[in-house]
């Protein structure tokens, strides 16, 4: 039950709450953004797709800890997830400064995310570590595509981008060294694909 309600709380604090960082956000102060109005259109539906993915980020590893058996591999998903909230709440800062809204759809994110979660935990501790270091590193490439796309003037998301493509790459080498499975080409296929799906939408609902 306790298990059960801490996952009630996770979701809900992610979908409707204020996410508080622990570390400070990774901006450039010295360095002014000032964007043209195309500009901040183009990073704000960029940082809302980032955004999608942190509340996915959190969705999946809530779902894996609750899935395992291992209070150690729990832990490793908690203080996982704990890390993203920093992301969570820079990229909703930056999007309120950009003037953009979250998703729309962020609820149905993170019922899918939580249930790919679930079900890779459910198959088998080494699969569910697999299934990190395959997402991060999606993720991480991800954040490099939109590195290039973000303008060149906006210090701001680029630096906090940058931040979050290095934590990714970090949570992949842990999750792999934890003894993490290699996933099935036709995983990492179908990962690809929801991706797309998920970040075509994002950028615009």
């Not at 697999?130 to 999606?138: D, P, R, S």
Request: glycine content about 6%.
């Amino acid at each position: 039950m306790d298990s059960l309600l801490s996952t009630a709380d996770a979701a809900l604090r992610t979908l409707f709450a204020q996410p508080r960082a622990s570390r400070p956000c990774p901006t450039l102060p010295e360095e002014a953004t000032v964007l043209a109005a195309p500009e901040k259109r183009l990073s704000g539906a960029l940082m809302r797709v980032n955004h999608v993915g942190e509340v996915c980020a959190q969705a999946l590893y809530t779902g894996q800890a609750l899935a395992t058996r291992d209070p150690k591999l729990k832990a490793h998903f908690e203080e996982a997830s704990r890390e993203e909230t920093d992301h969570l709440a820079w990229t909703a800062e930056r999007l309120q400064e950009l003037g953009a809204r979250p998703s729309l759809l962020n609820p149905v994110w993170y019922a899918g995310a939580f249930t790919l979660g679930f079900v890779a935990g459910k198959i088998g501790d080494r699969l569910s570590l697999g299934f990190v270091v395959e997402t991060e590193k999606q993720v991480a490439e991800h954040l490099t595509g939109h590195l290039a796309r973000l303008p060149q003037g906006d210090h701001a998301s680029r630096a906090i981008v940058a931040q979050m493509r290095d934590d990714e790459l970090r949570h992949a080498s842990d999750a792999a060294a934890a003894g993490a499975t290699p996933l099935p080409s036709l995983a990492r296929g179908l990962m690809r694909a929801a991706a797309k799906v998920m970040t075509t939408t994002a950028h615009r609902i």
